[in-house]
């Protein structure tokens, strides 16, 4: 008479067909209403300048100041036409014909122009537009009707911040297709590598596309009711993780399941199986992720509090698509899945080998790799940590200090030639003047001061709706008297003041701050706003995030390990190697930064994302590779236990970097400077974890150590490591290696 299987046994109805039926419905329902949902984003999305503001900063303060001297929220788009000798009359009046064409295009708004250079090569306008509409499609508009009718042989141009938002948002107008193509042909191709199976990577797929569009769903709600606020940076970002890292719990939970298999002929207890031993580490990686990207809500940048509600609610989704609609696919799948490669059922001598070393049925790599750190684990685990250490040096050349905003655009840009223009002909600073606020009885104070500061080429109080009060101005004739009184709000007014220096550049910050002390002595109440205090404020407010945000992401991922591995020495040593291994990967970053891609510098924000990502992300294949490691050593002891989750677990690990660095570095085709950056941080990360951290630094390391690995646990005294192993006569590792071969 033959046993029956282990598994084998009939599975009731309403478990092997109706629940996993279920689940793929629901899932279905799901990416129909959040599939269609992708192209609303831009609906609840903003790329203005209020979606990235420090929100204590002295300019945003001065910024609400602001939309109190205006009826609408306007942004100055500032046009600049060019000519390769001066103007002669008959030009300058064929230019000042444009006015009234441009305030048809502003929707009526007041355009300030024409206003010829000093070398007579140029001339100016300003036309304000309102932030809350359509930005990009009004400095179109602007462009073509500036080319089409200006003289002919000149260069036209549409500059300032409205023009640099402009191309900002054409720049991240790839996000909803290109990046998404990009990433899921990538993950993809890695899959059919890795699986050598036609039907699981779809099935893969499918769980990671539902995934994003269940979080795709639940971001649009919170932004529609108000609770987050969205932008092109956050939602590129959501896509690359939310795809990354649901096919990332896949390639675990799918590992288990195929080693489910081996063990019986039943898809349905195979799938229970594999969800029951795979559930902890991907919760516990879920949630150490979560919370990560939640300690973002403690940043005073508005960006950075974005994309952390934003993350979290794509981690959350991914997890429940990989522990809910995968499990119900594959237990209705099977076997087939693995078409052609078919798991075989193993035998039952074959199903549980005799552990001694831990590398028994081990082949290939990760035999050697066992093999290596079982007998030189020392000196494994110190040449891992020293060439760490020298790659982390380079982190002394990082410049995170910001980028002047004509930089961050990677691709050709009318705005920032447009800058370019500007500072040949004009003051470095028009269209992007610094904003004073000053309280009514010191104004004249303030006024002078400011223009006696060294950098500041102009200053002028402003009038209702904006005018400038500029002392001795003869009215046009037929004009209206030019405005002698300024406009008060709250006992409060408006100065504008333009700089001799570019408005993005290292100069002008310097001014800015020059400007906030010296105006603090003649009217404590003055605050210093515009684009070059925004800019500033953000750098500072980036660098200070880091120091406070930093040690609390670290401390929640230590409590999480602490947790899931029911110890305190396992944990302290993780969480040390991946902050090592972040340290490393952007020590190298800077010097490609630097030296290969010839970046002026990287923005202020850009070590703390990477921080948050290579972190969280790099103690995820920890979690996924000690989890193992105690399970195995429960069964035979700490250092078999280690050489055995190390083989079990590194092919589907290494897969899972190799998947997750593909899709970040997805994030590259978007030609924004700060997403190519964090790209390449990420994607180097990710594979410097998952090849020297987590396949020979924590295995060497903990091998090194001992069963104390496990201290203060029952599973780090000697004895509960004897009796796991429960072969007393056992030979040493390095002996039973020898025989085996």
């Not at 203060?712 to 590792?733: I, N, Q, V, Y």
């Amino acid at each position: 008479m033959n046993k029956t299987q282990p598994g084998s046994a009939r599975v009731p109805f309403w478990l092997r067909w109706l629940v996993p039926v279920l689940l793929v419905i629901t899932w279905l329902a799901i990416a129909g209403i959040g599939g269609p949902t992708f192209g609303r984003l831009d609906e609840v999305s903003s790329n203005d300048q209020a979606s990235f503001l420090p929100a204590g900063a002295e300019a945003t303060e001065v910024q609400d100041w602001q939309a109190k001297f205006r009826d609408t929220n306007e942004i100055p788009a500032v046009i600049v036409i060019e000519s390769r000798s001066a103007f002669t009359p008959d030009q300058l009046g064929e230019v000042a014909a444009l006015k009234g064409k441009l305030e048809a295009v502003g929707a009526g708004s007041t355009v300030i122009g024409p206003i010829p250079s000093e070398d007579a090569k140029a001339v100016q306008f300003v036309v304000p537009i309102d932030s809350a509409g359509e930005v990009k499609e009004v400095v179109q508009e602007l462009r073509d009707e500036v080319q089409a009718s200006a003289p002919e042989g000149m260069q036209t141009f549409v500059t300032g911040p409205a023009g640099l938002t402009a191309d900002l948002v054409s720049a991240f107008a790839g996000i909803d297709g290109i990046l998404l193509l990009a990433a899921l042909s990538a993950v993809f191709v890695i899959l059919l590598v890795v699986y050598r199976s036609l039907l699981l990577p779809i099935v893969v797929l499918f769980t990671s596309v539902f995934a994003l569009c269940a979080a795709i769903l639940l971001v649009f709600g919170m932004a529609k009711l108000g609770w987050i606020q969205l932008n092109g940076q956050s939602q590129g970002i959501l896509s690359i993780l939310v795809i990354g890292a649901a096919t990332d719990y896949a390639l675990l939970y799918v590992s288990r399941f195929r080693e489910a298999l081996t063990h019986t002929t039943n898809r349905t207890a195979a799938a229970l199986t594999a969800w029951k031993n795979s559930w902890e580490p991907i919760v516990a990686s879920g949630a150490t992720v979560i919370i990560a990207l939640l300690c973002l809500l403690f940043s005073d940048l508005n960006s950075n509090k974005a994309l952390g509600p934003v993350a979290a609610a794509g981690i959350l989704c991914s997890l429940f698509a990989a522990l809910t609609l995968l499990p119900a696919l594959l237990a209705l799948l099977g076997r087939a899945a693995f078409w052609p490669f078919l798991p075989r059922l193993l035998p039952e001598t074959e199903r549980e080998p005799a552990i001694i070393t831990g590398l028994e049925g081990q082949k290939g790599l990760w035999r050697a790799t066992g093999s290596l750190v079982s007998r030189r684990p020392r000196t494994v685990w110190t040449a891992s940590v020293l060439l760490l250490l020298v790659a982390s040096a380079g982190v002394l050349q990082l410049k995170a200090n910001g980028v002047p905003q004509t930089d961050v655009i990677l691709t050709a840009s009318n705005a920032v030639d447009g800058q370019d223009a500007l500072a040949r002909h004009f003051d470095a600073g028009t269209g992007s003047p610094v904003v004073i606020v000053a309280n009514e009885a010191k104004a004249q104070e303030v006024l002078e001061q400011t223009k006696a500061t060294d950098g500041v080429g102009d200053a002028y109080l402003l009038a209702d709706g904006g005018v400038p009060i500029i002392a001795g101005a003869p009215a046009a004739p037929g004009a209206p008297a030019a405005p002698t009184a300024p406009a008060v709000r709250d006992g409060k007014v408006l100065i504008n003041a333009t700089l001799n220096f570019a408005a993005d550049s290292n100069e002008a910050e310097n001014v800015v701050v020059a400007l906030r002390q010296e105006l603090n002595k003649v009217d404590d109440g003055a605050l210093v706003g515009g684009v070059t205090a925004t800019a500033l404020d953000t750098n500072t407010t980036a660098q200070r995030d880091l120091v406070t945000i930093i040690p609390v992401v670290l401390a929640v991922i230590l409590v999480i390990l602490m947790i899931l591995l029911r110890s305190v020495l396992a944990p302290v040593l993780l969480v040390a190697s991946v902050v090592l291994s972040y340290g490393a990967a952007l020590g190298v970053s800077a010097y490609v930064f630097n030296n290969v891609f010839g970046f002026p510098g990287a923005d202020a924000t850009v070590p703390l994302f990477g921080f948050v990502f290579l972190v969280a992300l790099g103690v995820d294949y920890n979690i996924f590779l000690m989890s193992r490691v105690r399970e195995e050593s429960l069964k035979h002891g700490t250092r078999p236990g280690i050489l055995r989750g190390l083989g079990v677990t590194g092919g589907v690990i290494t897969s899972a970097g190799v998947v997750l660095a593909a899709t970040f570095a997805a994030l590259g085709v978007i030609p924004i400077m700060f997403l190519v950056q964090l790209a390449f941080i990420v994607a180097f990360g990710v594979l410097l974890d998952t090849i020297v951290v987590r396949s020979l630094l924590v295995p060497a390391l903990a091998y090194d150590i001992g069963p104390r690995i496990w201290w203060p646990s029952k599973l780090g005294r000697p004895e509960t490591d004897a009796a796991a192993r429960a072969l007393p006569s056992a030979p040493e590792p390095e002996a039973a290696e020898a025989g085996i071969r």
